[in-house]
């Protein structure tokens, strides 16, 4: 029954160990994190080139503006003085417009830029992670392989112990497995090893002697030599 226990500690243990191998295999918070930040900036990236082309279109509609007044001012087809100084304020005005947009397209672009690089050095860090994980994949891999292997033994080997049990103590186990850890402990001098209370004394020789199965009366683990 103790054999059996400790093949069941072993193989929690190696199961967990391959959880978490195959966790590290799938994926890595760290690489989720990297990508989602390219992409945020790639996203901003393509909004920013999107408003400097529509901040381009603004300025050249304007400068076409201000190309139509300049005919008509200079051209001599507007010659009524009340008329000429209307295009002139309104080529004032026009200017004055195309002059902002201007400086606002520039600082769109000079912004553009500055995220379009920030957009590369993630991206570069994604690289350098991915790098790293494919680098250590194949020895995870490896490793998963050899816990998987071992697991299968265990599993066999538990078998074995399992069915070479009375099944009465083998149910036993069983029950007591489920609530209890250890559910089989050494005796410690007088006492149960699980809960460390005192055994009577003819559970302590009957446990000494080996030849029954011996319950601690407090906790209810069996108790062995
Ligand atoms: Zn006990």
Do not use: F, W
């Amino acid at each position: 029954m103790l054999e059996l226990q400790d093949l069941d500690d072993l193989l929690a243990a190696r199961r967990q160990a391959a959880r978490a191998v195959e966790a590290r295999i799938a994926g890595s918070p760290e690489l989720d994190a990297a990508r989602a930040r390219a992409a945020e900036l790639g996203a901003e990236e393509r909004t920013l080139e999107e408003r400097v082309a529509a901040a381009d279109r603004h300025a050249a509609a304007l400068r076409a503006r201000v190309k139509v007044i300049d005919r008509q001012l200079y051209g001599g087809s507007v010659r009524n003085p009340q008329d000429l100084l209307i295009l002139q304020r309104e080529l004032a005005e026009v200017r004055e417009r195309l002059s902002e947009a201007d400086d606002a397209e520039l600082g769109l672009m000079e912004e553009g830029e500055a995220v379009a690089a920030a957009a590369r050095d993630a991206a570069a860090a994604v690289a350098v992670i991915e790098g790293e994980r494919s680098a250590a994949a194949g020895d995870e891999r490896e490793r998963l392989e050899a816990l998987r292997a071992e697991i299968s033994r265990l599993e066999r080997d538990r078998a074995a112990v399992a069915g070479a049990l009375p099944p009465a103590e083998l149910a036993l186990y069983t029950r007591l497995a489920t609530r209890l850890h250890p559910a089989v402990a050494r005796l410690q001098g007088d006492s149960c090893g699980g809960c460390h209370l005192p055994l009577a004394v003819r559970e302590v020789r009957a446990s000494r002697a080996g030849g029954e199965l011996v319950q601690c009366s407090n906790c209810d683990r069996v108790v062995v030599r």
